[in-house]
């Protein structure tokens, strides 16, 4: 049975992302932390997985990953070859992208956002192994990301390799999403919640205040207070979020949006940040200035619309990927047949259907944001990131 309130966090992480990465308003990072609720709800998806089935859940969980990907890549690759890109060995990586693939100067700001499908990558290969020891020592296992990042950037470990680094930022939300999945959170008492969630947010905004970055106060630049502030936001939205969230239905505009952008997340993922790239220098040009709300509205809805057009023509990928049946426009009610009594609710007493904790979106992969660097007006138009082995500063998203 899918958990509503689940799919309303993804829905509302990932229209974060796109209206941050057209505006680039610092202050949503620090509002909704989408990057690492993004990886907390795929942890608790990746849990439930291997719960069920083991370790082939992780040779499902890529294929439900990588087709969308290909698809974009089946555009973009040839582009950049065609633009000045080597043809290299080096581009296969665009098929399983276990490290950054390469890009050419347009495409590593356009197609910056694979870095997440790469780290997404590493925790799903990984996971098999982080369940294990979660199961045998949660706490300690919790808290190995946290400290990793520490020595990291503390400069303990400040010659740390660029996989290490994204370990420390996004594995603990991930375990997090585990400890979603094993009840861990809700079952937490008030009196230990309460003050682990303001421990947590108390020093990530203590390091936050105390450590700015280029952008100021934009998380996606300062890591270990991301990592702490986020930690204490995904223990409030999940170990005290509701049960569920009923209410959507009874708008059935708002019902079927929740239900669009959760079953297309990883569509509009990718291909939302090649339209923020290509609008930005146009809508200057026509006087739509990023400094006046109108402004900045006509850019936000023109990169809506446009990622809505290339949802209707290639989401459906993603149903074929997770073995649905491809829809044009995913939620629409079909019909009970004639003679089909209507569900009833189970006696007094009787159990329930389990709610999978980790019922986020059906087969898509979680998105999130990606890095990003001021270009042409105030859009945050992200950097290619580094290589895992010589990995620069970027935003998340």
Aim: hydrophobic share 55%.
């Amino acid at each position: 049975m899918r958990n509503r309130y689940l799919d309303l966090l993804r829905f509302l992480a990932i229209v974060r992302v796109v209206v941050y990465h057209v505006t680039g308003w610092a202050s949503l990072t620090l509002v909704f932390p989408a990057m690492s609720v993004m990886f907390a709800l795929a942890g608790s998806l990746m849990a439930a997985s291997l719960e069920r089935s083991g370790p082939p859940a992780v040779v499902r969980r890529l294929r439900r990953l990588l087709p969308s990907l290909w698809v974009l890549a089946a555009v973009f690759v040839p582009a950049m070859l065609l633009s000045g890109l080597p043809l290299t060995p080096h581009v296969l990586l665009w098929l399983f992208p276990v490290s950054d693939p390469p890009a050419n100067n347009w495409g590593a700001l356009a197609l910056s956002v694979i870095w997440y499908l790469r780290d997404y990558l590493w925790f799903v290969l990984a996971s098999p192994v982080a369940l294990w020891l979660f199961r045998r020592a949660p706490l300690p296992t919790l808290l190995a990301p946290y400290a990793l990042l520490a020595a990291i950037e503390s400069g303990i470990w400040a010659s740390a390799p660029g996989i290490a680094r994204e370990f420390g930022l996004y594995f603990g939300a991930w375990l997090l999403g585990f400890a979603h999945h094993a009840g861990m959170l809700r079952r937490m008492a008030n009196r230990v919640l309460v003050p682990a969630a303001v421990l947590l947010a108390a020093a990530g905004g203590a390091w936050i205040a105390t450590h700015p970055g280029p952008r100021g106060y934009d998380l996606n630049d300062i890591h270990l207070g991301n990592a702490l502030w986020s930690a204490a936001f995904i223990l409030v939205v999940l170990g005290r979020g509701p049960a569920g969230a009923d209410w959507i239905a009874r708008s059935a505009l708002f019902d079927r949006a929740v239900t669009v952008v959760n079953r297309r997340a990883l569509t509009i993922y990718l291909w939302h940040m090649p339209f923020v790239v290509a609008l930005t220098p146009l809508v200057d040009v026509v006087g739509w200035s990023h400094q006046d709300p109108l402004g900045l509205a006509i850019r936000v809805a023109l990169v809506f619309a446009l990622v809505g057009v290339v949802t209707l023509a290639v989401g459906w990928v993603e149903d074929v990927a997770a073995r649905r049946p491809p829809e044009l426009v995913p939620g629409a009610r079909r019909p009970v047949p004639a003679g089909v009594p209507p569900t009833s609710p189970p006696p007094a007493g009787a159990a329930r259907p389990v709610t999978v904790g980790a019922a986020v979106g059906g087969a898509n992969p979680p998105p999130g944001g990606a890095g990003s660097r001021p270009y042409a007006g105030s859009a945050r138009v992200p950097a290619p990131r580094a290589s895992s082995d010589a990995k620069a500063d970027v935003s998340a998203g």
